[in-house]
């Protein structure tokens, strides 16, 4: 038991010390220190009555000698019971500490009240089951049912911990995330606290509790038996509990690793899928390449053979710049498709919005850009690709209000379910009805400009679907076209 609680402590230093700036690690830290303080502080407790001692000794697997000098030891038995208390209340404060911190379902200066609550009643709580203190109490206040009250209300606002623990976790399941790691991730949370409380209350739940009385004799103190009504049921299965809530726990570090690690898979998954996608999309490019250098070449060839014929040289030359200019176009598109590393971290999504907006205004375009920013909103993005895709489609607006002295570009944001949503909307052409299902096509595009080879939109597609979020395209002939960016707010 000894050798899996060090292991359990090692496993938590390693694969979470470098996050300790974290709130939420703290808390796990808190949660699993005071299920250890607990346990160490209870079962020390516990051998100082000869009725556990076989309990303990098969336990541990103490050898006669050791457990003899456990005994000889002496341990100050007021000190254990302070760190019962506050192994079980670090417990319950850390839970529900690290359920607002973990789903940030909170401001921060809420946050900063919470917790000031939490650390209050972690403070009343430990001090009332304080051995010194609580006799020095009973003296001052002479009213038992006074006292009881207190207990009984202590007592339920750990329950009412436990609770709103639970129901913070549990909402933010069902209700907030859209990214499907951060699903999953609350989901192991909630599976893997449910049996971990339910060992915790099985073993602990008439912890804190006063188990020292004052006797006849002035400093001299009975220390009472755990109020353990249910030994018959306990005892025996006490050392797997123990064992499972350990395992429980290890696993449940392994899996709050996984949160951070995320980035680093993610950008693998994200590479693959791309580049399935667009594995004939580069095949094409390359043979194109290879088609276009071999009419430089050709071209070049004859405007050497015919150095005399201005005609000639002059169409020849126009040959040689569509060619580059090809050249360099396809290289452009090969490299937005090729380029898909996401390093994803939480931000506020107006900040990519913003500098798409000031990137387009510098191109001194013809038509006015209107913004409407909504409440604020934050999503896990990478800023450098999300800032490009919504450029993109702010430059496909401007480009089809080329021609219309009233051209108008509106940017709005807003919130829906979950989604924080931007919305691009042009007074432009439109698009036919027939072309929309292939507007997110690689190579796709209605535009006879020989610049234009329809990446840009499949390019948006790819990037939007790597935020796990979605695009939609609505648009009326002659009226306007809508792009509409959904990405989920955490």
């Known amino acids: 038991m000894l050798f899996v609680t060090l292991v359990l402590l090692i496993f938590t230093i390693l694969f979470t010390y470098k996050k300790l700036n974290h709130a939420s690690t703290r808390f796990m830290y808190g949660i ?27 336990f541990f697997d103490f050898s006669p000698g050791t457990w003899n000098y456990l005994v000889l030891t002496k341990f100050n038995p007021n000190w254990l019971i302070r760190m019962l208390n506050v192994g079980v209340g670090l417990f319950y404060c850390s839970l529900l500490g690290f359920a607002i911190a973990f789903t940030r379902s909170l401001s921060l200066s809420k946050q900063r009240f919470v917790y000031g609550g939490i650390s209050l009643f972690f403070i009343i709580e430990t001090a009332y089951y304080d051995p010194a203190f609580h006799i020095a109490l009973s003296h001052w206040i002479d009213s038992l049912l006074f006292l009881n009250t207190i207990e009984i209300t202590l007592m339920s606002l750990r329950y009412l911990i436990l609770i709103v623990a639970f129901g913070v976790l549990i909402n933010y399941y069902l209700n907030y995330p859209k990214i499907r790691f951060i699903k999953n991730l609350t989901l192991y949370h909630v599976l893997l606290f449910i049996p971990l409380v339910v060992i915790h209350l099985f073993i602990f739940s008439w912890a804190p509790k006063v188990l020292v009385k004052e006797t006849y004799l002035k400093g001299y103190f009975n220390y009472l038996q755990p109020p353990l009504g249910y030994q018959s049921i306990l005892l025996p299965v006490f050392p797997f509990a123990i064992y499972l809530t350990l395992i429980l726990m290890i696993y449940l570090v392994y899996k709050f690793n996984s949160i951070e690690n995320y980035r680093k898979n993610r950008d693998i998954q994200i590479n693959k899928s791309i580049d399935t996608a667009t594995l004939g999309t580069r095949a094409f490019t390359h043979a194109l390449k290879n088609h276009l250098i071999g009419i430089q070449s050709e071209a070049s060839y004859l405007k050497e053979r015919h150095q005399a014929d201005s005609e000639s040289l002059y169409s020849l030359d126009l040959i040689l710049q569509s060619s580059q200019s090809a050249l360099t176009s396809i290289n452009e598109a090969a490299d937005k498709l090729k380029n898909m590393n996401l390093n994803l971290q939480p931000m506020s999504i107006d900040i990519p919005v913003v500098q798409a907006i000031a990137r387009l205004s510098e191109q001194a375009i013809g038509c006015q850009v209107d913004y409407s920013p909504g409440t604020p909103a934050t999503s896990y993005i990478d800023p450098g690709h999300l800032t490009e895709a919504i450029y993109n489609l702010l430059l496909n607006a401007s480009e089809s209000l080329q021609f219309r002295e009233d051209g108008r570009i509106m940017v709005e944001r807003s919130q829906q379910n979950g989604w924080a949503l931007i919305r691009i909307s042009d007074n432009g052409p439109g698009v036919a009805e027939e072309h929309l299902d292939a507007i997110f096509d690689p190579f796709f595009t209605t535009k006879a400009s020989v610049n234009n080879w329809g990446i840009g939109l499949s390019y948006c597609h790819k990037i939007i679907l790597g935020h796990d979020g979605k695009i939609v395209v609505e648009s009326k002939k002659d009226v306007g076209t809508t792009f509409t960016v959904f990405l989920p707010i955490i």
């Open 32 to 58: 699993i220190i005071g299920w250890v303080l607990s346990f160490v502080s209870f079962t020390l407790y516990l051998s100082k009555f000869n009725y556990y001692f076989n309990v303990i000794h098969s």
